[in-house]
């Protein structure tokens, strides 16, 4: 599975759930799914590549302004059809 | 995981395929019927060229339920838990004041996953019942609130129909107050309170009070 794939498999059993990208790359690698450790940058492109394709949202954390990454429909609906693949 | 690198003929299958055979399987599909489906797939006749091997047979498919089957079954087990946990997460947020469809309460509940993924299922399960009782707790303070509203209610009802009946009441006494013939009933020495009422009520209200008398 390639890291999109994987981030898709990490946030949508957890929908509601939004998360930074340095916790989507720190949970990724703490998988141990992918076969070399990814860095938050690339997981930033993997979303922006994910997002372009209506997968996930983009929301601002009015907190701290930090940018939160969540699961839209389709990317759920991408999600059940590839068989539930779910990063623990 | 099912990103585990598997080396059988069926572990090579493309994703989609393995997939669609573990859920066949999980719904009870036979061994012939599943070999025949798998065995007539272009997506598997290009495989097993490629590996120069025969078709999927009956022990291929039972290797692949101990190995890669069992791997997805946890897999979806796994997905379960997760999300139930996200499930009470959500709910833990919600009831912090979160709004369910904001993004605080999407931020909230990630926070609440992260601390609950790394607690044993012992604590989980004690979490879910203290959750259980707080909202059992919470529906019995909404049903004495509600008790005490309907009070409030009555009470204020009671008080609105008491100063009515004052002001109907001084309004009857100045009316009558004018009139000669109840004036001279309230003030004749002759009559006891008993007569004095029955008769200023005759003349006041005239076949209502016989009504009221008798109860009607």
Known sequence: MNLKQLIIAFLSPRYPAAYTEASIAQRLNASQMLDKRCTVDEVSDALRALHKMKMVDLQIDQMDNSAVWQVTEEGIKKWVLEGRVTVV | ?216
């Open chain 2, 1 to 216: 995981m099912n990103t585990r690198c598997y080396r059988s003929k069926i572990g090579r299958l493309p994703f989609a395929i393995r997939n669609e055979l573990n859920e066949r399987i999980r719904d009870g599909a036979q061994g012939a019927e599943l070999l025949d489906w798998l065995n007539g797939l272009k997506e598997t006749k290009k495989v097993l060229r490629e590996m120069k091997s025969g078709p999927v047979n009956a022990q291929n498919l039972t290797d692949w339920r101990s190995s890669g089957y069992n791997d997805w079954l946890e897999d979806q087990k796994d997905a379960d838990r997760i999300r139930r946990l996200a499930e009470v997460s959500q709910t833990l947020a919600a009831a912090a004041g979160g709004n369910v469809a904001g993004i605080g309460c999407s931020i909230a509940t990630a926070k609440i996953m992260d601390a609950l993924e790394s607690a044993d299922d012992d604590k989980i399960a004690d979490l879910s019942t203290a959750l259980v009782k707080l909202r059992a707790g919470e529906n019995a303070a909404q049903k004495v609130a509600l008790a005490e509203e309907k009070n409030a209610l009555a009470k204020e009802q009671l008080e609105l129909s008491r100063a009515k009946f004052e002001r109907d009441t001084t309004r009857l006494f100045i009316k009558w107050a004018q009139s000669k013939d109840a004036l001279a009933l309230a003030t004749d020495k002759r009559l006891g309170s008993d007569e004095k009422t029955e008769r200023l009520g005759r003349l006041m209200f005239g076949d209502l009070w016989e009504g009221a008398k008798d109860g009607r």
